[in-house]
């Protein structure tokens, strides 16, 4: 069975506001919303969980319960998250062993909650792609030039850009590959992830790319909700099922 993970445990908000940035509106509804709703979209996905801080589990299922459909409400799970986005996607994989046991492969599609404009086409290639791959980033072609500095004060070095890329989600795998990987590392490797794919990448397990959007941008900063804002208003997100 293929199943969507959204990552949403934070409970900080780079942008200074008092909620957790995935909670806060765009146009009408919460972000995280708009995430849920295109992986809901999404028939290839038998349910989606989403890794959630304790602290604001009810009031994520609040959020459901105002903005899903009921219908869809089976389809949806609340799982606590841990205290980082790799604590939370193995929190939701033990989730999902306990109700759908592990004698087939499942495969997991993760999202970051604070990235609402992902479309139902990324999420389709991806669940192509890890049937034929287990790992799967999403990219986009670096468009700055990227430097190396272990200081902050001097640029050690600047790699060359045709092999620079951003990494986005969705980030796809084989369930138990990914989890056998993780139970693997040692606590300094995993003190080096920033995201799920470099699991992979440092027991050497290829991962293969999709191709990106830049609107499927991370909503980090002040700026980055501004910027989500004005795509909002010039109908970038995907409402089509409202
Ligand atoms: C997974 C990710 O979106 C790839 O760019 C990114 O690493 C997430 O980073 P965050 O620190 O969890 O926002």
Avoid at 17 to 42: G, S, V, W
Avoid at 89 to 102: C, L, P, R, S, T
Avoid at 125 to 133: D, G
Avoid at 169 to 184: C, E, H, I, V, W
Wanted: aromatic share 8%.
């Amino acid at each position: 069975m293929i199943f969507g993970v959204i990552v949403a445990g934070g409970v900080g908000s780079r942008l200074g506001a008092d909620m957790p940035k995935q909670f806060l509106k765009l146009a009408d509804r919460p972000i995280i919303i708009y995430t849920l709703n295109t992986f809901l979209q999404c028939p290839e996905l038998e349910d989606i969980y989403i890794g959630v801080h304790p602290e604001w589990l009810e009031y994520m299922a609040r959020l459901v319960q105002e903005y899903i459909p009921e219908q869809e409400w089976l389809r949806v799970h609340l799982v606590p998250g841990g205290t980082e986005r790799n604590e939370t996607i193995m929190n939701v994989i033990k989730q999902i062993e306990q109700e759908f046991g592990n004698e087939e492969p499942h495969y997991i599609i993760t999202q970051d909650g604070v990235r609402p404009f992902v479309t139902r086409r990324l999420i389709e290639e991806h669940v192509k792609a890890v049937l034929q791959y287990d790992a799967v980033d999403t990219a986009i072609p670096a468009v700055d030039t990227i430097i190396l500095s272990e200081d902050g004060r001097t640029v050690k070095d600047i790699p060359e850009r045709k092999y620079l890329y951003q990494s986005q989600t969705p980030q796809s795998f084989r369930m138990d590959l990914l989890k056998n990987l993780y139970l693997g590392l040692t606590q300094e490797e995993k003190g080096i992830l920033t995201d799920a794919c470099k699991i992979c990448i440092v027991r050497q397990v290829p991962v293969h790319i999709v191709a990106g959007e830049v609107s499927n941008m991370k909503i980090t900063t002040a700026a980055d909700y501004k910027i989500a804002q004005v795509m909002a208003e010039n109908g970038e997100l995907d409402t089509k099922s409202w």
